[in-house]
């Protein structure tokens, strides 16, 4: 119930609080739910009315046949428009809430593991995790000499190397300094946001907001941009307008108050949201409006 009482508080004064992961995937099980029902509760309702359409036949002048018939068709045609309905009025709410943009995204995007980036290395997937454990678990113990016992664990050892470095591959879009700029931005998730806050780029965190934290970032890898949002947007000297089919890590996300750092993982971006989540990773840059997307020059 927390999650939906995040959603209902998700106003334009809390930012971008409907990009976290919990609430986009409360969403999508919710609609989730209401597409099943649209399925399975119209069925259910037309056996229902096939049952008092029977009876009706049979005692035409029944009056609690008619009643119940008129309940029947009312109750199938609600469900099966139910998921219309509710679209319809999220469409209506205020452009001052983000619940309407929190919904669109949760309808066209799937679910969101929430993964992280590391240099070099890929977050282990559970289900490979639990298959190892298996094979392992069934694996025969055999009575070997010490010779063949370490040539055994030699040859294994190779396989699991070559397991790993296979499971572990990037897929991260971006040169090497985009990945360097979004793992160095990756380092300050979880830290406070201070709105105006002045931060200079150093290991020493010290708390700023959204502008601030790109700033800082990029001043660490000897970049200069503009200290509020909308200064960086109209530095279009200092970046290249790309299409979101091309996102790359390190390239900057603008909207209207507001800017991020896309980290190349998909639409993941990380970011100073607000004052009570601080800084955090997000699973889609896509939860409100965007400016456009840019790519600072030099980067990649």
């Given at each position: 119930m927390s999650g939906?009482?995040?959603?209902?508080?998700?106003?334009?004064?809390?930012?971008?609080?409907?990009?976290?992961?919990?609430?986009?995937?409360?969403?999508?099980?919710?609609?989730?739910?209401?597409?099943?029902?649209?399925?399975?509760?119209?069925?259910i309702l037309i056996v229902m009315l096939s049952i008092q359409l029977t009876k009706l036949v049979i005692n035409p002048n029944e009056k609690k046949n008619v009643t119940g018939l008129k309940n029947e068709i009312i109750g199938t045609v609600v469900f099966f428009l139910l998921p219309y309905i509710v679209n319809a009025v999220f469409g209506l709410v205020p452009d001052s809430y983000e619940l309407s943009s929190c919904w669109k995204v949760a309808r066209e995007t799937p679910m969101m593991a929430n993964t992280y980036i590391e240099t070099g290395t890929k977050t282990t997937n559970s289900k490979n995790t639990v298959a190892k454990a298996k094979k392992k678990k069934s694996t025969k113990k055999k009575k070997l000499s010490k010779k063949s016992l370490k040539k055994i664990n030699s040859v294994n050892k190779n396989k699991r190397l070559k397991s790993k470095n296979k499971n572990n591959k990037l897929t991260i879009k971006g040169s090497k300094k985009g990945i360097k700029?979004?793992?160095?931005?990756?380092?300050?998730?979880?830290?406070?946001?201070?709105?105006?806050?002045?931060?200079?780029?150093?290991?020493?965190?010290?708390?700023?907001?959204c502008s601030g934290f790109v700033q800082g970032v990029f001043k660490h890898f000897g970049i200069n941009l503009p200290r509020s949002?909308?200064?960086?947007?109209?530095?279009?000297?200092?970046?290249?307008?790309?299409?979101?089919n091309d996102i790359r890590a390190g390239d900057i996300v603008f909207y209207s108050g507001h800017v991020a750092i896309l980290t190349g993982n998909g639409e993941e971006i990380v970011h100073a949201s607000n004052e009570r989540d601080g800084i955090k990773l997000s699973p889609t840059y896509r939860y409100g409006p965007i400016r456009c997307i840019g790519r600072i020059k030099g980067v990649n």
């Open positions: 939906l009482f995040e959603i209902l508080a998700c106003t334009s004064t809390a930012e971008s609080c409907c990009n976290d992961y919990v609430i986009m995937n409360f969403l999508k099980v919710l609609i989730r739910i209401l597409d099943i029902m649209q399925i399975i509760v119209p069925i700029i979004v793992n160095y931005a990756r380092m300050f998730v979880g830290q406070r946001y201070i709105y105006g806050g002045y931060w200079n780029g150093s290991p020493s965190y010290t708390g700023t907001d949002s909308q200064a960086q947007y109209d530095a279009t000297n200092l970046y290249t307008r790309v299409s979101p």
